[in-house]
């Protein structure tokens, strides 16, 4: 099963303007910002997937984690550097065919991956119906979609200009509920889902983030 830990993190950089890998090595937060996407991780299971396609790909650190489970994976960013990651991905022995990119006109066939995964991205998108129609344009039938939004709301703001993230205001312009109202106009059902609380005991405080898993029907 994919998972993100610490040691992972060894030696990975910033890429791009928008990375937040600074933010995974924190004490807490560092947790919080594994966890999120560990927390996806967990939702597809032992699954091996023929090919696959991650929308954000940043860092790498999602690539690092997928490509042991994942036969021919490939990324698309639409302000990372893809010649530096993939130089990573091969020291760490991880294969990937990455490029820059917008998910509104993703350059892959109709049908060609069995699964996309996207991290906090969707909450930067104004047309988030188009984003979702190109996912499932380029997903095969039964394919699946994980996708991890965080909240969107005055108290996100606050937390994360705490953690001193910049104008996030200006960054989160979609939410969750937007996002998950449109699934169904776009042929995506929910399989399984997850949300990130704190504090983690029951009963539930805020919530901090969004896990679906989605199928193309």
Same mark, same amino acid.
């Given at each position: ?14 890429? *791009?303007?928008? =990375? +937040?890998?600074?933010?995974? %090595?924190? +004490? ?9 996407? @560990?927390?996806?991780? %967990? ?6 997937? =023929?090919?696959?396609? &991650? ?37 760490? *022995?991880?294969?990937?065919?990455? %490029? ?13 991956? =069995? ?21 499932? %344009? ?28 910049? *104008?996030? &205001? ?5 939410? +969750? ?25 029951? +009963? ?6 969004? @896990? ?6």
């Amino acid at each position: 099963m994919a998972q993100i830990d610490r040691q992972m993190l060894h030696g990975v950089p910033k890429n *791009g303007p928008t =990375d +937040p890998i600074d933010f995974y %090595r924190r +004490p807490f937060v560092g947790w919080l910002y594994r966890e999120r996407i @560990n927390q996806g991780f %967990r939702l597809l299971g032992a699954r091996r997937f =023929d090919a696959a396609l &991650e929308v954000g790909f940043g860092s790498g650190i999602v690539q690092l984690a997928l490509g042991p489970s994942v036969d021919d994976l490939h990324g698309i960013d639409l302000d990372a550097d893809p010649t530096s990651v993939t130089a990573l991905l091969s020291r760490r *022995g991880v294969q990937a065919t990455l %490029r820059q990119g917008t998910v509104y006109d993703l350059p892959y066939d109709d049908a060609r991956f =069995d699964l996309v995964v996207s991290f906090s991205v969707f909450e930067h998108l104004h047309e988030f119906d188009r984003a979702l129609d190109e996912v499932a %344009r380029v997903l095969k039938p039964g394919g699946w979609f994980l996708l991890g939004m965080p909240s969107v709301n005055l108290m996100m703001e606050v937390a994360f200009r705490a953690i001193g993230f910049k *104008g996030i &205001e200006d960054h989160h312009v979609t939410t +969750p509920q937007m996002v998950e109202r449109a699934f169904a106009r776009h042929g995506l059902a929910v399989v399984d889902a997850a949300q990130l609380d704190f504090p983690l005991r029951k +009963p539930a405080g805020a919530r901090l983030y969004y @896990n679906w898993l989605l199928e193309k029907r």
